[in-house]
């Protein structure tokens, strides 16, 4: 008998979190153990399928935080607390844990781009002795759009945490402006031993990934994750493809130095 | 001199404006020939004519400036043409070959390059010509028929009393359909807007599909592959002094067997109903007395039709307003 | 060692063979081309030999055999799903050696691509036998000789078509349906030794090339119909799909369908964003990824020159020009 690695896996629904209007977080029953940074295939099965970040876990449960974008994503935020989703994974390479032991850890991210890191933030909550030091550049469109707003509070209490948003409203009396902004200050001293996360759409990580390594980041101590259209997370759809490398298999979370040479 | 002009006319030698001059007019059913005629024609042209052809609208030949009194020679010249282009086809001559055309009444049956050559085509409309000059040839009824391949009528079989239009039914085979959406945005774009993507897969209205065959063109993964051919009939169509008009849609979806038989039913009809008193009625003026309901059962009578056929309930011709006070103003007037 | 039947005798062969197998092969089918009056060359299932075409390349290739174009996945009911009800009988595949080679390629990436073997192709793939035949000629736009996959070896069977005569190598376990049949221990399988076409796969490539203007010309050339990777037997791209029926919602299925990276939407993400806009710039990911990219991967290029993307390209784009012509860009940039 072969194993069928497209058969998903039913995983009931525990919790329904609404980070914000358009991202919602589903906790659910399962045991799949995923690296920090891996991804699933979410599915709800005559609607659709798509790979989603775990942005947190624990034996016997996972977290997705899913942005109403589209076909399933609307469908999905349409679920209640006892429903079904079914999901097979995880999939992909995540973050290489080892290479920030003990190092200054940066993460950057933009957007739903915390999503992917914040089970790596939450580890090292957990664990804060792993890394020297870790600091946290994130940033929204505006304050409306902050994701795990009561995860940030709790990690103002071990890490430097920056947040800043695009578009203040009235209310917002912290930072504002693009992430690119504020590299100089989370870079602080003795940068060239830093480690670098950074996550978020396209552009986000180019210029910010610049701006870093314009502020004596080797480029070999940073990391990107990437986002490409995928159909089947294990190597087969072609449509994550760049080069001769396959986004689902060697990523998505990319060392700087590979990722500046995959070239669409 | 004297000349009988209703026997050369019948002869397809015209009165021309030289007195003393006649001519020819040679047939090209379906409007392709081979090469070697070109020869015979430029014979004739040379050592008859005044050295020069003219192509005419309907994709023969007239051979201007021959003498009355050369008529018999250049039957004989243009025997070989004759014996070729109609003879092969199966054109019945009771007279013989050599004695020119019998009949010019009933016009040559032009088509459009057809499928010998154009991608869009979707038949050899040269061959079906062929079988309609076979059923209806010779004849002096005035009648014009053309075959196009395919709906941009490149032949204007919407200018003809009978025009023919190919179709084809598109089939669709689900399990190579990739959804690409290539043949759905055409025929919205291009055709009628038949085909809609529901469930990732191509859904063809049948009434709204013209046969054009664009979809099957289209499908890079030979989802679309070619049914039967079928063809849409226009008719009455004319220009002329009297209420010019393009020809509308008569039967759909007709069979090849369907098509002849109407065409030759249609003898039938003007038979019945030609007005002996004028010289020559044509055919769409005697609809315009007879009515839609007349011609469509004197056409249909006896025919076998085929299940797929769709026919007119009923036919309606915009008409020309010929008192120029009605529309026309005079903007030059004080 | 040969053994060596008549058609008659290796018909009798195939009539034995089909009571163990379905054979499957390159089959004519009359006027399903999709031009009117043209046949198409396809994959389908044979009853004789007489079904076989050996005369001519098929559109598309051997690979539908095992990865269809479009392939159900798992059937869904209101609270359960399962997988097709899938006993795929054991099947003899007739190919040329370009095709047989491309199978290789399918498999290293459906069977050892990742650290997942596609369960899906490797049903299909377990109980698939190939049978190759020989060319007897090379056809317009083969380069097979270029690619080095004109030869080939590990097939079940493999046969050259020698006038009324066929010259059979069948592995040992399809041995036993040729006993007793003529045997020659001298004649071995003959590979087709020369194209009409070269190409030089270039050395150095690199993504210096990428924004090199040679893609430019595609830009403007390319209509993005997908037809060079429908067509060409090693593409492997495709696409899920989920649906539920229209006469019952509570029921549906997944599928995947063939996909392509010259057609709109290959790389399309939530929120619009999309990478190689460009016509240029696809031609450019399909050919590295044909002789550069795949053989990074496996040493081994993907491309195995049967030239159906130059067959089937409706606007005349030839991909062995365009790789004879990046090695002029490369020499020249280096
Ligand atoms: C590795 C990875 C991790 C991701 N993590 C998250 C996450 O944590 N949270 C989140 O909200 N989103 C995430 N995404 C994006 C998410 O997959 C898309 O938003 C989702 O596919 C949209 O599906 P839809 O049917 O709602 O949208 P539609 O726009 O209706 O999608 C149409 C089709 O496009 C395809 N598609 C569209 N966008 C993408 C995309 N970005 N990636 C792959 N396929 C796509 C899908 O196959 C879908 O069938 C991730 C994407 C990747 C590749
Ligand atoms: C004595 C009178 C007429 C003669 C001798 C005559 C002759 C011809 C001939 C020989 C042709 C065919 C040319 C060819 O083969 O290409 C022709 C075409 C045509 N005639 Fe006449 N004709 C006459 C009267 C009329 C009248 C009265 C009308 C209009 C009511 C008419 C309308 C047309 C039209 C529209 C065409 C071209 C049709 C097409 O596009 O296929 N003709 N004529
Ligand atoms: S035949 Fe023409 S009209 Fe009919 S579905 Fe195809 S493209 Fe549309
Ligand atoms: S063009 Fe062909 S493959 Fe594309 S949607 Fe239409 S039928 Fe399907
Ligand atoms: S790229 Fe072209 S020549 Fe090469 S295998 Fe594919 S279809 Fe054949
Ligand atoms: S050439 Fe394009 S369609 Fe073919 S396998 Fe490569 S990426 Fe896929
Ligand atoms: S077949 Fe030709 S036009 Fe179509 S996608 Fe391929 S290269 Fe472009
Ligand atoms: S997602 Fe299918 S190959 Fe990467």
Redesign the pocket.
């Known amino acids: 008998m072969i194993t069928n690695p497209y058969l998903p896996q039913p995983a009931e629904i525990i919790s329904i979190t609404k980070e914000t209007t358009t991202d919602y977080t589903f906790r659910l029953k399962t045991d799949i153990q995923p690296d920090f940074g891996q991804f699933v295939e979410v599915s709800i099965p005559k609607v659709g399928e798509a790979p989603i970040s775990v942005s947190n876990a624990q034996p016997g449960w996972i977290e997705l935080t899913i942005r109403r974008v589209g076909h399933l994503t609307n469908e999905l935020h349409e679920l209640k607390p006892g429903d079904l989703l079914f999901i097979r994974g995880p999939y992909g390479k995540g973050f290489p844990k080892e290479q920030y032991r003990d190092k200054s850890l940066i993460i950057a991210a933009g957007g739903t781009g915390l999503a992917p890191v914040r089970n790596l933030i939450n580890y090292y909550y957990q664990h804060p002795g792993e890394v020297r030091q870790l600091s946290l550049l994130m940033g929204f469109k505006t304050p409306e759009d902050i994701l795990f707003k009561e995860d940030i509070e709790k990690w103002r209490s071990k890490f430097q945490v920056l947040l800043t948003v695009d578009k203040e409203s009235p209310g917002w009396s912290g930072h504002v402006g693009l992430i690119t902004n504020f590299v100089k200050d989370a870079v602080g001293e003795n940068s060239s031993a830093s480690r670098v996360i950074i996550v978020g759409p396209p552009l986000m990580m180019k210029f910010t990934s610049q701006e870093f390594i314009k502020y004596n980041i080797p480029e070999e101590n940073i990391w990107l994750s990437f986002e490409r259209k995928m159909c089947c997370g294990i190597g087969k759809c072609g449509h994550c493809r760049i080069n001769d490398t396959y986004v689902c298999l060697e990523g998505p979370v990319f060392p700087y130095i590979t990722a500046k040479n995959l070239l669409d | 001199m004297s000349v009988d002009t209703k026997k050369i ?1 019948k002869n397809a030698y ?1 009165v021309t404006k030289t007195r003393g001059k006649t001519c020819l ?1 040679v047939r090209v059913p379906g409007g392709h020939l081979p090469s070697q005629y070109l020869e015979i024609i430029k014979e004739i042209a040379d050592k008859f004519g005044n050295g020069t052809v003219h192509l ?5 030949f007239e051979i201007p400036g021959i003498d009355f009194s050369s008529i018999e020679m250049i039957n004989q010249l243009i025997s070989p043409m004759i014996v070729g282009l109609e003879k092969e086809i199966g054109v019945p001559l009771a007279n013989g070959f050599d004695k020119g055309y019998p009949a ?1 009444g009933t ?2 049956v ?1 088509a459009c390059i057809g499928n010998r050559v154009c991608t869009m085509a979707n038949c050899d409309t040269t061959a079906l010509a062929q079988k309609i000059e076979r059923t209806i040839f010779p004849n002096d009824f005035h009648v ?1 028929i ?1 075959v196009t391949g395919c709906p941009n009528d490149c032949i ?1 079989a919407h ?2 009393d009978i025009g023919v239009i190919a179709q084809v039914e598109p089939l669709y085979d689900e399990t190579r359909c990739i959804s690409c959406k290539a043949c759905v945005k055409n025929c919205q774009k291009v055709a009628t807007g038949a085909l809609t993507m529901g469930n990732y897969k191509v859904e063809r209205d049948p009434h709204r599909c013209l046969g054009c065959g664009e979809c099957i063109l289209k499908c890079p993964n030979a989802a679309w592959t070619r049914g039967n051919k079928f063809y849409r009939l226009v008719i009455m169509g ?5 209420n010019p008009r393009l020809a509308q849609t008569f039967v759909q979806w007709a069979s090849e067997d369907v098509v002849l038989g109407v065409i030759k039913n249609m003898y039938k009809y003007i038979d019945k109903h030609i007005d002996r008193t004028l010289e020559k009625e ?1 055919v769409g003026y005697i609809f315009d007395r007879t009515g839609y309901n007349e011609f469509k059962n004197v056409v249909l009578e006896g025919i076998q039709l085929n299940p797929e056929i769709r026919i007119a309930t009923f036919i309606n011709f915009h008409g020309s307003i010929y008192d120029s006070q009605i529309i026309f103003e005079n903007v030059t007037k004080a | 060692m040969a053994y060596i039947l008549t058609h008659a005798e290796f018909d009798t062969v195939l009539q034995r063979l089909k009571q163990d197998y379905i054979l499957i092969g390159p089959v004519r089918k009359k006027n399903k081309g999709k031009f009117s009056d043209a046949d198409l060359i396809t994959y389908g299932q044979i009853e004789s030999l007489s079904d076989l075409e050996t005369n001519g390349k098929s559109q598309f290739s051997a690979k539908e055999t095992i990865f269809p174009p479009s392939q159900t996945l798992f059937y869904f009911t209101e609270d359960e799903y399962r997988e097709p009800k899938f006993e795929p009988q054991k099947r003899i595949v007739f190919l040329r050696a370009c095709d047989f080679n491309a199978i290789k390629r399918l498999d290293l990436l459906f069977l050892e691509n990742g650290q997942f073997v596609d369960a899906y192709y490797k049903r299909l793939r377990e109980k698939t036998h190939f049978f190759v035949f020989g060319c007897e000629k090379s056809y317009e736009n083969c380069f097979c000789v270029s690619t080095g996959t004109n030869q080939c070896e590990g097939y079940d069977a493999f046969l050259n078509f020698k006038g009324e005569k066929i010259n059979l190598f069948p592995s040992e376990p399809f041995k036993r349906y040729f006993a007793g049949y003529e045997e020659n221990e001298d004649i071995l399988p003959q590979f087709i030794e020369r194209n009409h076409i070269q190409v030089d796969i270039p050395e150095g490539l690199s993504t210096k090339i990428y924004d090199h203007p040679y893609w430019d010309q595609y830009g403007k050339r390319c209509i993005g119909c997908g037809r060079c990777n429908f067509s060409c037997p090693t593409c492997t791209c495709f696409t899920m799909q989920d649906i539920f029926y229209r006469d019952n919602k509570n029921a549906g299925e997944r599928r995947r369908v063939w996909a392509s990276c010259q057609v709109d939407g290959f790389t399309d993400m939530a929120g619009g964003h999309s990478y190689r806009k460009q016509q240029g710039e696809r031609m450019r990911f399909k050919v590295m990824h044909k002789i550069h990219d795949f053989a990074k991967r496996f040493n081994m290029h993907m491309c195995v020159g049967c030239g159906r993307c130059d067959d089937v390209c409706p606007e005349y784009i030839s991909f062995s020009q365009c790789i004879s012509g990046l090695k002029g860009v490369v020499a020249h940039d280096n």
């Open positions: 006319k015209r007019r005419t609208t309907r994709q023969g010019a016009r040559n032009s014009k053309a204007k200018m003809q004319r220009t002329g002094k009297r044509h």
